[in-house]
């Protein structure tokens, strides 16, 4: 992993552990394990990191995106890994939220918008029904809502019934 992984790394779990008021140049460099003046070698200032982390956390929508246009049950597969917590593209998205509901970093806002924006196309093309994308986005963001916040008895038990369900409505594969 480079130094600026490892800077984003540190920014990220700092944001998530302890908020982004903790989440300085100086607490980001320790973090990382680099000086306060390599930390500005690779982000200039912490608006370059909130950047650096919409770009990377862009950069995953983006292979995803790509990953669920080539599979053959892209909607079970987008929503049972909204079931997935703790992987490197939820460490970025929960930042990125942290980040987002202060108000200060629209670049932050604009990275999530973004990806709900590229979801919602993505059900869309492969649904080709625009509000049953729709329904399956907000479907997928109550499953990890409650599978972030261990809401529910048995989210696996409830997802094969949501999904039982939900099939009724997509389109038959040809």
């Known amino acids: 992993m480079n130094t600026r992984d490892e800077i984003l790394n540190a920014f990220e779990e700092l944001i998530i552990e302890q908020g982004e008021r903790s989440a300085t140049i100086s607490g980001v460099a320790a973090a990382a394990g680099v000086s306060k003046g390599g930390l ?3 982000f200039g200032s912490k608006d370059a990191l909130v950047a650096g982390l919409a770009d990377r956390f862009n950069e995953q929508v983006e292979a995803e995106v ?3 246009r080539e599979i053959d049950d892209p909607v079970e597969v987008f929503l049972r890994e909204s079931l997935e917590i703790n992987h490197p593209t939820d460490r970025t998205f929960i930042a990125l ?4 509901q202060l108000g200060e970093h629209q670049i932050a806002k604009d990275a999530l918008a973004r990806f709900d924006t ?3 196309d993505t ?3 492969v649904l080709g ?6 329904l399956v986005l907000r479907v997928s963001d109550g499953l990890y809502l409650r599978a972030a916040l261990s809401i529910g008895e048995d989210s696996r038990a409830d997802f094969t019934e949501l999904m039982g369900q939900l099939r009724k409505l997509l389109p038959k594969k040809s």
């Open 40 to 42: 500005l070698y690779h």
């Open 66 to 68: 790509d990953r669920l």
């Open 97 to 100: 939220i942290g980040l987002a």
């Open 118 to 120: 590229l979801a919602w």
């Open 123 to 125: 059900l869309a093309d």
């Open 129 to 134: 029904d625009r509000a049953l994308a729709h």
